[in-house]
């Protein structure tokens, strides 16, 4: 590779670790442990004096791969891989935070992400404090002095609210604490958040880097120092492991990664477009759209708007699921990132658990509809909106 390989050539080439039988596509290694030459190599390898493989659930070559890419990609030193988006934000938060620590983290989340800290960390004496991401000032205002970490999705899941990563990762450091970025809507084909002055990035590898709906995969991409010291011995003795094969499947699904994030970007554009003019423009949440208050934020921090779209149907749950129901191409699921357009009512399913004041916070209304636009051909996509807005009387 040459000395600075561009992000399209590290997406392909980057963690390539070809063995013996020179295979050209990365080696999958389904093996649950590794053998040692001698009983001396094993004791340096388990006192940790030797590098390499010891047993599945913290070291494959495979997972290690696509470690390495995604770390590449990220501009990180280390990546470590999970067994599930969620697995990856429980081992970070494990990882980073003791016992009456605090945490301060957007208010529009992804709603599991939401309830771990509010049902489960809560219970371990760890509290949270939900605030606006686009408030800067809120943030500073929320953290304390037991404050070790902020945390947030940019664009916010559905909400679609842009925070300034920049802006907040001054303040974190401020306060004392760490800012670490779900990166799973924008990917690091579109925004780079440790660039910006994160601690740590966090991924649903289930959603845009498989891209084709496959697998469940999470990973945290940092420094040494914090994704190898503080994150890394969660996974060894937690065992929230990623399996070699979906890490295999995940390798593929990075090789294509600009090349999707184009067109997603491209659809998705048009489908706003489309959007705003049938509805008005201050129904749709998109932040490509020109009225969208994170519009000027999202074009210096991301390098396009992404995939994803909200959309508020007037009358609320009934309108939406009536439409829902009328279109044709998109799929029902609470999946995003996918090839296939995929329709989500939030307040009913990814945000149902979360309560109603959490909900009116994010901005998850009964009427609102998340699209994650997919590669099919966005005039199908277009004619199919047009249709299901008619069937549901909603134009
Ligand atoms: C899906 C998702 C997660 C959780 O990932 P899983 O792989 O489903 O565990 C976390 N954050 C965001 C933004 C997501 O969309």
């Not at 999970?82 to 980073?96: C, D, E, P, Q, W």
């Not at 509805?279 to 994170?294: C, F």
Request: proline share 4%; charged share 20%.
């Amino acid at each position: 590779m040459s000395e600075d390989p561009s992000f399209e050539t590290r997406a392909i080439r980057e963690g390539i670790h070809r063995t013996g039988e020179k295979e050209h596509s990365e080696a999958l290694f389904p093996t649950s442990s590794f053998v040692f030459d001698t009983a001396e190599e094993a004791a340096a390898r388990f006192a940790g004096e030797s590098p390499g493989n010891i047993y599945s659930r913290f070291t494959n070559p495979t997972v290690r791969a696509f470690e390495e890419r995604l770390a590449s990609l990220e501009g990180g030193e280390r990546g470590v891989a999970f067994a599930s988006g969620m697995g990856a934000i429980t081992a970070t938060l494990l990882g980073l935070l003791n016992a009456g620590e605090h945490v301060v983290a957007s208010n529009s989340l992804f709603g599991s992400t939401t309830g771990l800290l509010n049902n489960i960390f809560s219970r371990f004496g760890v509290a949270t404090t939900f605030v606006d991401p686009a408030d800067g000032q809120a943030w500073s205002d929320a953290a304390t002095d037991a404050t070790k970490l902020f945390f947030l999705e940019t664009p916010s899941n559905p909400g679609m609210a842009v925070a300034n990563i920049a802006d907040l990762a001054e303040r974190a450091h401020r306060a004392g604490a760490w800012l670490v970025v779900d990166n799973c809507f924008c990917t690091p084909a579109l925004q780079r958040p440790l660039e910006l002055g994160a601690d740590l990035v966090v991924h649903s590898a289930t959603k845009y880097l498989d891209g084709q709906g496959r697998c469940v995969g999470g990973a945290v991409v940092g420094p040494e120092a914090l994704a190898g010291e503080k994150i890394f011995p969660i996974l060894r003795s937690a065992g929230i492991t990623m399996s070699p094969f979906n890490a295999w499947v995940f390798l593929k699904g990075l090789e294509t990664l600009s090349l999707r994030m184009e067109r997603h970007c491209d659809n998705a554009e048009e489908v706003a477009a489309y959007l705003a003019e049938r509805l008005g423009a201050e129904r749709v949440r998109y932040p490509g759209l020109s009225n969208h208050p994170g519009h000027a934020l999202a074009k210096r921090q991301q390098s396009r708007f992404g995939g994803l779209l909200a959309f508020e149907l007037p009358a609320g749950r009934e309108d939406a699921f009536r439409f829902v129901n009328a279109l044709k191409i998109p799929s029902i699921t609470a999946n995003l990132g996918d090839t296939k357009t995929t329709v989500t009512h939030p307040a009913s399913t990814t945000h149902s658990r979360v309560s109603e004041a959490e909900r009116q916070a994010g901005g998850v209304t009964e009427g609102l509809v998340r699209i994650s636009v997919g590669l099919e051909s966005a005039e199908d996509l277009k004619a199919d909106l047009e249709q299901a807005l008619v069937t549901a009387g909603l134009v």
